[in-house]
């Protein structure tokens, strides 16, 4: 498998996963949206597992392969969130944001090398960074979600603030089980579980930020929507500068041991 | 303000007073010294976090102030302020802490480029803790089931955090370099400072796997890989083989994994090669899809022996081998200690040793050298504190664990 095959299965995961958005926005498509969002990430996750296999590597190491991950994540998200809570509009707004990545891998790949440093061949590689995308999937979907309620505020009300926190609780469960996770892969390949590299500081940084949301919404839950809404922006933000943005920061050119794509 | 009860303007003066106060405490002292994190004086520093709670629970508990200091009202100024602190540190370049910073005023007064040694950090993170602390009492002595989640997460962190911050002062990172065949047990600080320890390793053998050689196309006037912005590499898995490189056909017809270079005039011609100082060298010929341009010729990556060889394309490009990646390296070592107990063993990248308390680490070689390096240096850690972090770890885990099963249900659409 090499990415030349990438976009056949995109297309063919995208066509699954729109065809079960359908569905899930009619009354009693429950089953077929299941089944056929489940078909879209099983085509998907085939071009992962074929990856992986002629790599010789979990595909996790460049941004195009973390991207990867991302786009087969947000719909598995998108899946679990209208299993549980029923959201009928979520499964097309979580198959748009996967679109999304995908096309950026399609017409901007980036490297995508096959080789690994020796400190990333661990056991920790694959849980620590899928966690953290599976994270970064349920935050994405609640930042765009509390930008379109800033620009509709008339659409704020208690159900949609709701569905915010049980975006942000499931990915803060994530993201401290990746960082968590980390922490643990750090000790046995660094040395040291916690040594504020750049990526470990914007983590950190993170991970306050949405500390930060769940206290307020513990504080008021039934007021100050806005600033909540705010609060989820401001967090997605030094997400970004953690998952990305480390690599274009002066303060940390060079010295970050996370600097691998 | 400080009219009861203490809301967040309260929490949110304290804690700029805790920061300027660090700023002074900064500005006259410098930045916190790390005696106070060894031990016995860490015990006695680590009380007082512990004391300050626990007295304000035991004997303010009636009081406006103790009904602030353990809610949301202060919890979250303090995260804030610890978050803009953070927020500071990740976009200041950070100086590691065994160095002494007196240049500059600014450096004097705020301290941020050793952020987690300064005044202002500190004291809000004491904060942080006291109030973490007391949330805990409180929450404990009316303990429900359906506090689990809140006791792991909190508990999980305070320990974690506790154990880190006071156990940083006793935690010992060493770097020793050992020469192949022979046996050493002194090795230096962070500092430069030179150690005798309890053990000795003898390195009896280093190992390096690499990587095949990678090829690229370089710009004979900016150095920098071809296609600009989304540069390609070709993996020489095998030879013969074929590939496509920023418009250029390439076609390697022969691989040499151990090479010796010869120079005859002007030609240069590599051999296979099996004594120290072998390089990487792949014989490669080129032809351009647009013009058809053709050229051929040794390109190495060269080492400490043999210099490197590129191959000139045209007069805008050519055709490199950059240096060859290692795909793991590992020692060879047998630990001897103290009490003539002996631990043999394999040091690798994530596969580190454990010895007499410390942990032994595989960090580096003696890159010049590459693959024929017969310096191997590891990084020691000794850190007895290591078990309640992760005690605090794992309670953070089953805490997240919780959260992601218990998450709020869906209230009405």
């Known amino acids: ?261 | 303000m400080w009219k009861k009860p203490y809301g967040y303007a309260e929490g949110f003066a304290v804690c700029a007073g805790l920061f300027l106060t660090g700023l002074l405490l900064q500005f006259i002292n410098g930045k916190t010294g790390s005696a106070f994190l060894t031990f016995p004086y860490n015990l006695i520093s680590g009380g007082i976090i512990a004391a300050v709670p626990l007295a304000v629970f035991l004997f303010f508990r009636k009081s406006a102030f103790y009904a602030w200091l353990s809610s949301v009202k202060s919890a979250i100024p303090a995260i804030i302020s610890l978050l803009v602190l953070v927020v500071i540190m990740g976009l200041t370049r950070q100086a590691p802490s065994s160095e002494t910073l007196d240049s500059g005023v600014l450096e004097r007064i705020f301290g941020f480029s050793q952020m987690t040694s300064s005044w202002a950090f500190s004291l809000l993170m004491v904060f942080f803790m006291i109030i973490l602390l007391l949330v805990i009492l409180k929450r404990i002595t009316a303990f429900r089931w359906r506090d689990t989640g809140f006791m792991l997460n909190h508990s999980g962190l305070f320990i974690a955090l506790f154990s880190a911050i006071f156990g940083s002062g006793d935690l010992q990172r060493l770097s020793m370099t050992v020469q192949k065949g022979q046996m050493q047990w002194q090795a230096q600080t962070e500092k430069g400072e030179t150690v005798e320890l309890p053990l000795a390793i003898e390195l009896k053998q280093f190992t390096i796997y690499e990587y095949p050689p990678k090829l690229m196309i370089l710009d004979n006037l900016t150095g920098k890989a071809l296609p600009e912005n989304n540069p390609e590499n070709l993996l020489v898995e095998r030879s013969p083989m074929t590939g496509e490189l920023a418009g250029w056909n390439i076609r390697v017809s022969k691989y040499l994994q151990y090479a010796g270079q010869m120079v005859t005039g002007d030609t240069v011609r590599y051999f296979e090669y099996h004594s120290e100082g072998a390089v990487d060298a792949v014989y490669a010929s080129a032809e351009n899809r647009k013009t058809g341009a053709k050229a051929e010729g040794w390109v190495s990556c060269g080492n400490f022996m043999f210099p490197f060889a590129a191959l000139q394309l045209n007069d805008k490009a050519s055709l490199i081998m950059p240096p060859v990646e290692p795909r793991r390296y590992s020692s060879d070592v047998t630990v001897y200690q103290k009490d003539d107990k002996t631990v043999e063993g394999v040091v690798e990248v994530n596969r580190p040793l454990a010895a007499g308390g410390w942990k032994i680490y595989q960090s580096s070689y003696d890159q010049t050298m590459g693959r024929w390096s017969e310096i191997s240096i590891f990084q020691l850690v000794r850190d007895p504190w290591l078990p309640y972090v992760y005690a605090g770890i794992f309670m953070m885990l089953a805490g997240a664990l919780w959260l992601f099963i218990f998450a709020p249900k869906k209230l009405e659409e």
């Open chain 1, 1 to 261: 498998m090499t990415w030349d095959w990438f976009k056949f299965f995109a297309v063919a995961a995208a066509l699954f996963w729109f065809l079960g958005a359908w569905f899930a926005l009619r009354e009693k498509g429950v089953k077929k949206a299941v089944i056929l969002t489940v078909t879209g990430l099983l085509v998907f996750f085939s071009f992962i597992v074929g990856m992986w296999i002629s790599l010789e590597r979990p595909p996790l190491r460049t941004m195009g392969e973390t991207r990867l991950w991302y786009s087969f994540f947000l719909p598995l998200a998108g899946l679990i969130t209208y299993v549980r809570w029923r959201y009928r509009w979520i499964l097309s707004f979580s198959s748009i944001l996967a679109l999304v990545f995908i096309c950026i891998n399609i017409f901007k790949p980036e490297i995508h090398n096959k080789t690994l440093m020796p400190a990333l061949q661990s056991p920790w590689f694959a849980p620590h960074v899928i966690v953290y995308m599976f994270s970064y999937a349920m935050m994405g979907a609640a930042a765009v979600f509390a930008l379109y309620l800033l620009a509709r505020p008339d659409k704020i009300n208690r159900g949609v603030m709701s569905l915010c926190d049980n975006l942000i609780y499931v990915g803060l469960a994530f993201l401290t089980v990746g960082m968590l996770f980390g922490a643990l892969w750090a000790k046995e390949a660094w040395g040291h579980y916690w040594s504020w590299d750049p990526k470990e500081t914007w983590a950190a940084a993170t991970w306050l930020g949405y500390l930060v949301f769940v206290h307020f919404r513990d504080n008021f839950p039934n007021s100050r929507y806005k600033t909540a809404l705010v609060i989820i922006l401001v967090s997605f933000v030094l997400l970004q500068v953690c998952w990305y943005g480390v690599n274009y920061l002066p303060s940390a050119k060079g010295i970050s041991v996370h600097a691998y794509s």
